[in-house]
T-cell receptor
Framework: DADVTQTPRNRITKTGKRIMLECSQT?????MYWYRQDPGLGLRLIYY???????NKGEISDGYSVSRQAQAKFSLSLESAIPNQTALYFC?????????FGPGTRLLVL | AQSVTQLGSHVSVSEGALVLLRCNYS??????LFWYVQYPNQGLQLLLK??????LVKGINGFEAEFKKSETSFHLTKPSAHMSDAAEYFC??????????????FGQGTILTVHP
């Protein structure tokens, strides 16, 4: 069974729509992260959370918001999607120095 | 501040040949270094990591990497490429500092192609 799961795995939406990407983990880790991956740019940090009450912006948080509903759940929302948010989104957990990634959500904004 | 540069966005080798993927980093504090692999339509899988101790680290699938502080490098190697090694590889760095929030800075990625 996967330790970090993401839903949906693929999503197509239209400009202006609100969408939510969900991440769940069974690893029991406090720290969770959201990244986006764009070709040739590697992964860039959107938001991170140390625990349910501690949420912080990453390097590219504009246009995104997050919610940490429980230790195991960390959701990413696009309040009003735009085409340049088309990307592959990854959730990760962290234990000590190592981050563990989910399978990703491929998002297309038309 | 920290950064990672992967030299070569695409590397092509023949099956059985040496694989060498280059990674240079910059960090103001002692770094922790990682290599991740991403197979098509999959997430990132940890290949290996360097934190402290031995500078030559071995990972899964026959890969290894050597931390060279003087060269600020952490190149990934495998003596003999296999077709199943075809994937995209990411080098990443994080700070070993106690106040770090665990920011992991990634390189741009290197796509490895293995020819029969």
């Amino acid at each position: 069974d996967a330790d970090v799961t993401q839903t949906p795995r693929n999503r197509i939406t239209k400009t202006g729509k609100r969408i939510m990407l969900e991440c769940s983990q069974t690893k029991g880790h406090d720290r969770m992260y959201w990244y986006r991956q764009d070709p040739g740019l590697g992964l860039r940090l959107i938001y991170y959370s140390f625990d349910v009450k501690d949420i912080n912006k990453g390097e590219i948080s504009d246009g995104y918001s997050v919610s940490r509903q429980a230790q195991a759940k960390f959701s990413l929302s696009l309040e009003s999607a735009i085409p340049n948010q088309t990307a592959l989104y990854f959730c990760a957990t962290k234990w000590r120095e190592t981050q563990y990634f989910g399978p990703g959500t491929r998002l297309l904004v038309l | 501040a920290q950064s990672v540069t992967q030299l070569g966005s695409h590397v092509s080798v023949s099956e059985g040949a040496l694989v060498l993927l280059r990674c240079n980093y910059s960090s103001s504090v002692p770094p922790y270094l990682f290599w991740y692999v991403q197979y098509p339509n999959q997430g990132l899988q940890l290949l290996l990591k360097y934190t402290t101790g031995a500078t030559l680290v071995k990972g899964i699938n026959g890969f290894e990497a050597e931390f060279k502080k003087s060269e600020t490098s952490f190149h990934l190697t495998k003596p003999s490429a296999h077709m199943s090694d075809a994937a995209e590889y990411f080098c990443a760095v994080t700070s070993s500092g106690g106040t770090s929030y665990g920011k992991l800075t990634f390189g741009q990625g290197t796509i490895l192609t293995v020819h029969p």
